[in-house]
């Protein structure tokens, strides 16, 4: 009999999407029926979670501040009981795999899950390009999202075989989510009541409609934020016109960031950017993009 994958997922400003699309044609090529189900409707809408509906569960998010984005929290707070629900995780993350800043980021989300009767054998990060702060080189960033379709289908293959794939962070990891991701929740609040809309905005309203929790508003002809920003950075790069920014830190906000689908459509960006011959910073990303067969 056919499995069915219950995927669940979130995604602040479509990375996250590009993969778990992928994701899902793969998985199907291995004989999976795979249902996609995006966290922030079920939220929206009120809608039921039924994990015993499917025989597998995937939660796909981005790493935010080294650890989940806040929505795929709050969603494994909300999933019911189950006994021994086999679970995977996918996460999208600006650092290359192994990094100690993102080692840990899975452990506020296993400890929900496993106190709550999910078996969670199997995590993977695909090494995305950043949103926030720091900009990847463009060619960087396209060879990032160019090789999701080769991971995309070792990780089908692994899920297919029930090949065990675990992160273990390390000290300096746990430090990590225990300092810097807490105060998560408090920090990406402050930054929604620090974003503004610049005079370049024109009314447009997408970033309104597109807010995954409803934080932004108009009020008398003017963009309004409120304080239950998860700092998603949706906004931001959905502006047509790039109106959104920080008053304090305006670098946070990225001017040559993309997003997968628009960086593949290009073609003026070289392909093979990180070769066996890169020294330097970007080295660090030889193994994930240079290794083909990369299984732990």
């Not at 993977?124 to 999701?148: A, D, E, G, T």
């Not at 807490?182 to 503004?196: D, E, K, Q, T, W």
């Not at 304090?248 to 997968?260: Q, R, S, T």
Request: proline share 5%; hydrophobic share 40%; glycine share 6%.
């Amino acid at each position: 009999m056919q499995k069915v994958i219950g995927l669940y997922y979130f995604s602040g400003t479509g990375n996250t999407e590009y993969v778990v699309q992928i994701l899902q044609i793969k998985l199907q090529s291995y004989g999976f029926q795979v249902d996609i189900l995006k966290i922030e409707e079920i939220f929206k809408q009120n809608i039921a979670i039924k994990p015993n509906e499917f025989d597998i569960i995937g939660l796909a998010y981005p790493i935010h501040n080294w650890g989940p984005a806040l929505l795929a929290l709050q969603f494994t707070k909300n999933l019911s009981n189950v006994e021994n629900k086999p679970i995977f995780i996918i996460e999208t993350g600006a650092g290359p795999q192994g990094a100690a800043l993102n080692e840990a980021s899975t452990l506020p989300l296993i400890r929900n899950l496993e106190s709550k009767g999910y078996r969670v054998n199997y995590e993977y990060q695909f090494s995305m390009p950043s949103n926030w702060l720091y900009c990847h080189p463009v060619p960087l960033q396209r060879q990032l999202c160019k090789i999701v379709e080769l991971k995309a289908e070792m990780v089908s293959k692994e899920i297919s075989s029930l090949t065990k794939r675990r992160k273990r962070p390390g000290l300096l990891s746990k430090l990590l989510i225990a300092f810097g991701w807490y105060p998560m929740p408090l920090a990406a609040s402050i930054y929604g009541r620090i974003l503004y809309a610049s005079a370049k905005c024109n009314n447009c309203g997408k970033c309104i409609s597109g807010c995954p929790v409803g934080n932004i508003q108009k009020n008398s002809d003017k963009i309004k934020f409120g304080w239950r920003c998860t700092s998603c950075m949706r906004c931001a790069y959905l502006c047509p016109v790039r109106a959104i920014v920080p008053r304090i830190g305006k670098m946070i906000v990225l001017k040559n960031w993309y997003g997968a689908k628009a960086l593949l459509s290009r073609t003026d960006i070289e392909d093979n950017f990180i070769t066996e011959k890169t020294t330097g910073f970007n080295a660090r990303y030889k193994k994930y993009l240079l290794q083909k067969d990369n299984i732990a």
